[in-house]
């Protein structure tokens, strides 16, 4: 029996509470799995350091764990703030996720400072303009494809600090 792999698996359930199409390991947030005996510690880079659903993911975190892995007696979740979280953490199958929930990936190898552009999740056309640096979440923008003349979110690029 590998208890890493047991949590992992119960992982890959706990979906982003503002995009629920990609889990937090898709995400790029998983940073590392501790297990002493019957006690785990799930260690997680967060997007944002004032994110809103930072007690939401720990919650769900618990939850899952506690659900489908039946030798775990206690479970704590630590954010680390030491190590910068950046977008080219994000899978390739999260990229494929966030597209499909309507939300274009960021770019990748983005240099912070430069311009970015993104594709259309729709039409995948990259005559896009950013309409609103802003979007509903401090993590994306609101852009606009002159394709297919549909608006759409974008996730901002983020470099990691070093």
Known sequence: MDKKHDVEI?????????????SIEE??????ICIEQSHVI?????TFVG???????SSNIKKAITEKVS??????VVYIY?????????????REKLKEYG???PPLNYKEGEAWTVECPYCGSSYTAIENIFGP???RSILYCKSCRNPFEAMKPVVARK
């Open 27 to 32: 995400l790029g947030m998983l940073y590392e």
């Open 103 to 105: 939300i274009a990936p």
């Open 137 to 139: 979440a401090a993590c």
């Open 71 to 76: 030798w775990v007696e206690s479970i704590d």
């Open 10 to 22: 119960a992982l890959h359930a706990v979906k982003d509470p503002e995009i629920p199409s990609i």
């Open 42 to 46: 799930v260690k997680l880079i967060p």
């Open 51 to 57: 994110c809103p659903a930072l007690d939401i993911i």
């Open 82 to 94: 030491d190590v910068s979280w950046s977008t080219e953490r994000i899978t390739p199958s999260g």
